[in-house]
């Protein structure tokens, strides 16, 4: 069947003896013919086209894309150079006189084809009045004709710039004659002769991508000339390179507009379906194959377009009712009428079922459509004949003759067993057998028809051997090893089957039919002529084990293994040793200043066997690793594959020496230790020693051990397996351990603290710069490297780096997901709650801040029931209230920080800090009743904490002028007395920023409550305290200054440096004055305070 994928095997070819079987290649239209418009083709300046292409012309693939905005084209017409000359280009007489003709474009005025009716530019159907010319306006008489209007004559400028820049065009002058239609553009861009001509000159010159965007540019100046579009879809085929996707949605604008001009050119249809399909815009194919099959009715080959393209979407149901439509026409026609639908349609239809999963009623309508094309439609009581096939004996005898309604000689025996079409007659087979194991004779006797043990040259076999394939899969799904066997060992003579999944499943036949030795070599011979099969070797490892070969098993698991990690590696490491490797040539001949050290290789004796790096190829999987490989070819892959220790502890070198000119911000200097330091970490993180599957593995060393318990697993089910069992093979011959002494604690000689100043100091550097996506990538790589991950010191180095990171990034999102983790690791303590509201204050924005976000809520939130619930219980409550607090907190937090033995750490008393973050954070999104109640459990147990009493003073405060408010006055006085409280206990600081703090918040309250009299008091004792600040930090420079006293203290100092509010207080009291026209009081604040 062609075009749909069987349960069993991945391809089908539809061939038979029976002349009416067409296979998929008789359907796949012929490749485009490789067309490029040169100079010496011949092409109408005004029209644009030689002759219109028809679809067929065109190469597509299937698949699918979204009809584009029709601006698309000005992407093309960015950058039009002047080319270079190409005197080697030649054109012929017949281009020659049709470039010197200009003629009139006819823009948009073509006519449209009667069978569509009139169109507008949008597609829609244009009214006409009846009885009415077509060119007189709506309401009758003399009015505007409809239509787009005639273009205008080209001035005498245009046609003389045209003429001159054709001349220079013949002689080859082309970038002459570039600079002269660009300038007839300019003058009348709607001519398309003008942007036809650029295109040319473009194609002559081999510059294919700006001669297609001059003609896409000027395909819009001929939009219903279908030709036009035509020649601009075959360019963009012609230069499609890598980037295909974007091509073939330019050729679907194209060829929309091609339809919109005339929808009955189904070619360009099919085309467009076509290319819809390989853009992977399955849904837009099948709804164009439906709009072809509406316009073509029980057309066969949209039919099968269409069914592909439905398996795709696996909507089999609505293919199915598309076929049983057409099959209903067909079948009411006489069979000499019926041409189209053939036996292929048959398979295909049938293939349905399968997918279906409706076996029985697929072998009901193969039988009766094959009556049907074998002549007897009428013979409908062989529908009755359920059990078997005997229909489709190739004799009358013994089964067919003993039905009684049968009438020997009535038909010819054509007309049954022997005009079956093989493929069919194997799907019969492969049906029955899904029905059951009860039906394997019937199975068996249809699979006979391609007779298996026929070996000449002329046997079935070379021509379907798809079919024998079909048949083993299908018995070998059944259980029928043996009879499977039968099918698959002459499919090994041939070269298109005998393939690595053929020998795979010969060989599970053989297992289970219990031959080792023809399973063994099947295995070995998938295993000889496949090097990266992973799945053979684990099954022979799998295969020697049960046997007792233990070492042999070894040998095979070890090769999976390696096969498996090299997997997931694709290629990196010798592209990141390829960068060091290069580098180091670059600054080793600059500092010779010859050519002597651009050809280093590596270090001396790097051709001996006994030359190695510290990190030993990854090749080297276990203690057991018995290698196939050549001594030569390792060699020849650790030279290719890795980078000598000498070149690394040489870029080392040259990395601290740029160190200092970096750090003082020299853009040389900084960029060469960027490069450096990115090439010395690709070679760290291409060690997969140090970044293992399973985190909890710790750093083994560079031992074989070490990196096979490291190595990440690509096939995850398949090399578990192989793991399993390696671990299996090595207790059975006692892996002796890894002894902790011999870990080494440096690679390349440079130890991993040095290493790990690299990462971060690399991290910082590409912050500096902006470029955090490299900077995060960097840092979460250090965190994630073994050596590093289990040492709670260098991990706090790693996340204190990564905020000190977003802080200069400006990135709030990352700034509280390091925050979250600080929480986490260092759960309870007091320190992490402070980082993260420090954190959260220093950047983002204050109206849409991650602080008071859904996720930091429920996280903080989780924070608090952790440490109530793992809070001791009070003996003095009684044993309800202790039952009733174990049901409150059914939703348990986890607890994150362990300690040495890793037990949970506990909280040991409630955190106020936390309950006013979390107070905070509620406050932040305006809940404030709910914030209240945090801050009253901080309250009771700090009623003393001055910040505790400020929020709950504001907190009443901002509730009060809330809407919902119930009682304000209420509200404001409860506020205000927290307030006077928070004033006794600030008041009595020696601080004077602390006693201006508490001016500042009470100037602002009274301010907020419209008390500007109050608030004005306020704001001027805050400024009168800023004099005595600044008295006090002037001290504090004098004293720092002098040498230390023995027995000074430091710490009453701490205080000068404490937040000022005085050009807040200057600048609320300027806006005070300024709002009560009190300017020239608002001047001398300004003048005093705010000026510097």
Same mark, same amino acid.
């Given at each position: 069947m062609e075009g749909i994928q069987s349960n069993t095997t991945e391809q089908h070819r539809y061939q038979s003896t029976h002349p009416d079987i067409s296979s998929a290649s008789q359907q796949a239209r012929p490749p485009m013919a490789q067309y490029a418009v040169a100079g010496n083709e011949d092409v109408d300046m005004v029209s644009g086209s030689e002759s219109e292409p028809s679809a067929s012309d065109t190469s597509y693939g299937y698949g699918g894309h979204d009809y584009f905005s029709r601006s698309r084209h000005q992407r093309y017409s960015n950058g039009l150079e002047p080319p270079t000359d190409d005197p080697d280009f030649h054109i012929s007489e017949g281009s020659l006189s049709e470039l010197e003709s200009l003629e009139e474009p006819d823009q948009v005025g073509e006519d449209v084809d009667p069978d569509l009716g009139l169109y507008d530019r949008r597609g829609r159907r244009a009214r006409q009045s009846i009885g009415r010319p077509y060119n007189l306006g709506a309401r009758g008489g003399k009015g505007i004709k409809r239509g787009p209007r005639k273009p205008l004559e080209p001035s005498l400028e245009f046609k003389n710039l045209h003429s001159e820049a054709t001349s220079a065009f013949i002689d080859a002058d082309y970038e002459r004659a570039t600079v002269l239609v660009k300038q007839a553009i300019q003058i009348n861009p709607e001519m398309f002769a003008a942007h036809s001509l650029l295109s040319e000159i473009f194609l002559a010159q081999g510059q294919k991508d700006k001669a297609l965007a001059a003609l896409f540019s000027g395909a819009h100046t001929r939009p219903k000339d279908p030709s036009v579009w035509m020649k601009v879809a075959k360019l963009i085929l012609e230069r499609a390179g890598e980037d295909r996707t974007s091509s073939l949605q330019d050729v679907v604008y194209c060829y929309s507009r091609v339809i919109e001009i005339d929808q009955k050119n189904y070619d360009i249809r099919f085309e467009r379906a076509a290319i819809y399909r390989e853009l992977g815009h399955s849904g837009k194919a099948a709804q164009e194959y439906?709009?072809? #099959?509406?316009?073509?009715?029980?057309?066969?080959?949209?039919?099968?377009?269409?069914?592909?393209?439905?398996i795709d979407l696996n909507?089999?149901?609505?293919?199915?009712? +598309?076929? /049983?439509?057409?099959?209903?026409?067909?079948?009411?026609?006489? #069979?000499?009428?019926?041409?189209?639908?053939?036996? %292929?349609?048959?398979?295909?239809?049938?293939?349905?079922?399968?997918?279906?999963?409706?076996?029985?009623?697929?072998?009901?309508?193969?039988?009766?459509?094959?009556?049907?094309?074998?002549?007897?439609?009428?013979?409908?009581?062989?529908?009755?004949?359920?059990?078997?096939?005997?229909?489709?004996?190739?004799?009358?005898?013994?089964?067919?003759?003993?039905?009684?309604?049968?009438?020997?000689?009535?038909?010819?025996?054509?007309?049954? !067993?022997?005009?079956?079409?093989?493929? *069919? +007659?194997?799907? #019969?087979g492969i049906y029955r057998l899904k029905l059951g194991l009860q039906y394997r004779e019937e199975a068996l006797s249809h699979f006979s028809w391609l007779n298996p043990d026929d070996s000449s040259e002329g046997s079935l076999l070379y021509d379907f051997g798809? *079919?024998?394939?079909?048949?083993?899969d299908a018995l070998k799904d059944a259980k029928l090893y043996q009879d499977a066997i039968q099918f698959y060992v002459p499919l090994q003579r041939t070269n298109?089957?005998?393939?690595?999944?053929l020998f795979m499943s010969t060989a599970e036949c053989y297992i289970a039919c219990e031959n080792d030795e023809a399973a063994e070599n099947c295995y070995l011979t998938v295993v000889e002529y496949d090097e990266n099969n992973i799945e053979a070797r684990a099954k022979l490892a799998k295969f020697y084990e049960k046997l007792g070969l233990i070492e042999q098993a070894l040998k095979y698991v070890n090769e999976a293994i390696e096969l498996g990690r090299q997997e997931s590696i694709p290629r990196r490491r010798r592209r990141?040793?390829?960068? @060091?490797?290069? *580098?180091? +040539?670059?600054?080793?001949?600059?500092?010779?200043?010859?050519?002597?050290?651009?050809?280093?290789?590596?270090?001396? !004796?790097?051709?001996?066997?006994?030359?190695?790096?510290?990190?030993?190829?990854?090749?080297?999987?276990? !203690?057991?690793?018995?290698?196939?490989?050549?001594?030569?070819?390792?060699?020849r892959l650790a030279k290719e594959e890795y980078v000598g220790t000498d070149h690394i502890r040489y870029l080392y070198s040259k990395l601290l020496d740029l160190e200092p000119a970096m750090r003082e911000g020299q853009e040389d200097a900084t960029e060469d230790w960027l490069d450096i330091a990115d090439a010395l970490l690709r070679d760290f993180r291409s060690n997969r020693v140090f970044f293992p599957m399973q985190r909890h593995i710790m750093f083994l060393g560079y031992s074989r051990e070490a990196q096979r318990k490291a190595g990440r697993l690509k096939s995850t089910t398949i090399m578990d397996e192989v793991e399993e069992m390696a671990g299996r &093979?090595?207790?059975?011959?006692?892996?002796?351990?890894?002894?902790?002494?011999?870990?080494?604690? /440096?690679?390349?000689?440079?130890?991993?603290?040095?290493?790990?100043?690299?990462? &971060?100091?690399?991290? &910082?550097?590409?912050?500096?710069?902006?470029?955090s996506e490299e900077a995060y990538d960097t840092l979460s790589a250090a965190a994630d490297a073994s050596v590093w991950y289990h040492s709670k010191l260098n991990k706090f180095q790693i996340y204190t780096c990564w905020f000190?990171?977003?802080?200069?990034?400006?990135?709030?999102?990352?700034? %509280?997901?390091?925050? +979250?983790w600080f929480m986490k690791e260092y759960q309870f303590v007091t320190d992490t709650y402070r980082l993260f509201a420090t954190l959260s204050r220093l950047c983002g924005d204050p109206r849409k801040s991650l602080f008071h976000s859904s996720p930091s809520m429920k996280f903080m939130l989780r924070q608090i029931k952790a440490i109530d619930y793992t809070l001791p219980d009070d003996p003095l409550r009684p044993t309800q209230a202790r039952l009733t607090r174990a049901s409150v907190f059914q939703e348990r937090a986890t607890l994150t920080t362990r300690d040495e033995s890793g037990q949970p750490i506990p909280a040991k008393d409630m955190d106020v800090p936390l309950l006013v973050l979390y107070g905070h954070i509620l406050y932040a999104?305006?809940?404030?009743?709910?914030?209240?109640?945090?801050?009253?459990?901080?309250? @009771? *147990?700090?009623?003393e904490n001055p910040v505790v009493l400020l929020s709950i003073g504001l907190s009443y405060i901002h509730h009060s002028l809330k809407r919902q408010s119930d009682n304000r006055h209420y509200l404001i006085m409860q506020g205000l007395s927290f307030m006077q409280e928070y004033r006794r206990v600030r008041e009595t600081s020696p601080i004077p920023q602390e006693r201006q703090e508490v001016e500042f918040n009470f100037a602002r309250v009274w301010q907020m409550l419209g008390l500007t009299h109050l608030a004005v008091q306020g704001y001027q004792r805050c400024l009168a305290l800023g004099g005595e600040i600044e008295a006090e930090r002037e001290k504090f420079k004098k004293r720092k200054n002098t040498p230390a006293v023995a027995g000074g203290s430091g710490p009453p100092d701490k205080g000068a440096w404490m937040e000022d509010f005085t050009r807040e207080a200057s600048f609320a009291l300027q806006c005070l004055y300024s709002f009560n026209g009190e300017t020239k009081l608002a001047k001398e604040v300004t003048d005093r305070w705010l000026v510097i």
């Open positions: 439906e709009r072809l #099959l509406k316009d073509l009715p029980h057309n066969t080959t949209v039919l099968r377009l269409l069914a592909e393209t439905y909507e089999v149901d609505k293919a199915k009712s +598309r076929y /049983d439509e057409s099959i209903a026409y067909y079948t009411s026609l006489s #069979l000499e009428e019926v041409t189209d639908f053939t036996w %292929s349609d048959v398979n295909i239809y049938v293939e349905f079922f399968s997918y279906l999963n409706d076996y029985e009623q697929g072998i009901f309508m193969l039988k009766s459509l094959s009556r049907w094309l074998l002549g007897r439609k009428e013979d409908v009581e062989w529908d009755n004949i359920v059990e078997d096939d005997r229909e489709f004996d190739a004799e009358d005898f013994p089964r067919r003759a003993d039905i009684t309604f049968f009438v020997p000689n009535q038909y010819p025996i054509e007309a049954y !067993g022997a005009g079956l079409p093989l493929e *069919l +007659r194997v799907k #019969l798809d *079919l024998f394939r079909e048949a083993g298109e089957y005998a393939d690595t999944c990141f040793g390829s960068r @060091a490797l290069q *580098l180091a +040539r670059e600054f080793r001949s600059t500092e010779s200043g010859g050519s002597a050290m651009a050809t280093y290789e590596g270090p001396i !004796g790097a051709e001996n066997e006994g030359w190695r790096s510290p990190a030993p190829p990854p090749s080297v999987s276990g !203690g057991l690793m018995t290698s196939t490989v050549s001594v030569s070819k390792k060699r &093979l090595q207790a059975t011959l006692g892996t002796p351990e890894i002894d902790p002494a011999t870990i080494p604690n /440096d690679y390349h000689s440079i130890s991993f603290e040095q290493w790990l100043d690299i990462f &971060l100091e690399y991290a &910082l550097v590409l912050s500096g710069q902006g470029q000190t990171c977003a802080l200069r990034l400006k990135d709030e999102e990352t700034l %509280s997901n390091i925050s +979250r999104g305006t809940s404030f009743t709910n914030a209240l109640n945090y801050f009253f459990r901080a309250y @009771a *147990l700090a009623p």
